[in-house]
């Protein structure tokens, strides 16, 4: 399965990452249904280099026309939010019918802060590091679709 898949790889490459979005959501306990997978990177040089480490291995193509090593190149980042209103580096699995992995970029969420608030979940023998509750309300709250709004208020209650 492509999501054991790809958290098993994130391990097994050491990158430093959280899971957001809706299957986040998931495995807080609020049912949610969605398409991709959302994370959040450290978006340092090294910690870079081992999530194209992952991406090589999983056959993840960026959607656009953008050489993925752009990634890592902060200006770029930088124009892609501001200029493009790019919040998420998508990335595509040759695979058949798996999820698009949307790395989020721009969030305005300081990394190393949420990733010590962290929650460490294992599927299947397989860690994943799930972004603290608060920090999905944060996210969400950014976000400010109605969907989010409905997410932040399940949220409350777990």
Same mark, same amino acid.
């Given at each position: 399965?492509?999501?054991?898949?790809?958290?098993?790889?994130?391990?097994?490459?050491?990158?430093?990452?959280?899971?957001?979005?809706?299957?986040?959501?998931?495995?807080?306990?609020?049912?949610?249904?969605?398409?991709?997978?959302?994370?959040?990177?450290?978006?340092?040089?090294?910690?870079?280099?081992?999530?194209?480490?992952?991406?090589?291995?999983?056959?993840?193509?960026?959607?656009?026309?953008?050489?993925?090593?752009?990634?890592? $190149?902060? &200006?770029?980042?930088?124009?892609?939010?501001? %200029?493009? #209103?790019?919040? *998420?580096? =998508? @990335?595509?699995? /040759? !695979?058949?019918?798996?999820?698009?992995?949307?790395?989020?970029?721009?969030?305005?969420?300081?990394? $190393?802060? &949420?990733?010590?608030?962290?929650?460490?979940? %294992?599927? #299947?023998?397989? *860690?994943? =590091? @799930?972004?603290? /509750? !608060?920090?999905?309300?944060?996210?969400?709250?950014?976000?400010?679709?109605?969907?989010?709004?409905? $997410?932040?208020?399940?949220?409350?209650?777990?």
């Amino acid at each position: 399965m492509f999501y054991l898949d790809l958290f098993a790889s994130l391990a097994r490459h050491e990158v430093r990452y959280l899971l957001v979005g809706g299957l986040a959501m998931n495995l807080h306990g609020v049912p949610r249904m969605t398409m991709d997978v959302d994370i959040l990177l450290a978006l340092d040089e090294e910690n870079l280099a081992h999530f194209f480490a992952v991406a090589e291995e999983l056959k993840l193509r960026p959607a656009l026309p953008i050489p993925l090593k752009e990634l890592a $190149d902060p &200006a770029k980042r930088e124009i892609w939010v501001k %200029e493009r #209103n790019l919040i *998420a580096f =998508s @990335l595509n699995c /040759t !695979e058949r019918f798996a999820p698009t992995v949307d790395v989020l970029i721009g969030t305005g969420l300081p990394f $190393d802060a &949420a990733y010590a608030r962290r929650v460490a979940r %294992e599927i #299947n023998g397989v *860690a994943v =590091s @799930l972004a603290a /509750t !608060e920090d999905m309300i944060a996210l969400k709250s950014l976000a400010g679709r109605a969907q989010d709004q409905a $997410d932040i208020e399940h949220l409350k209650r777990t």
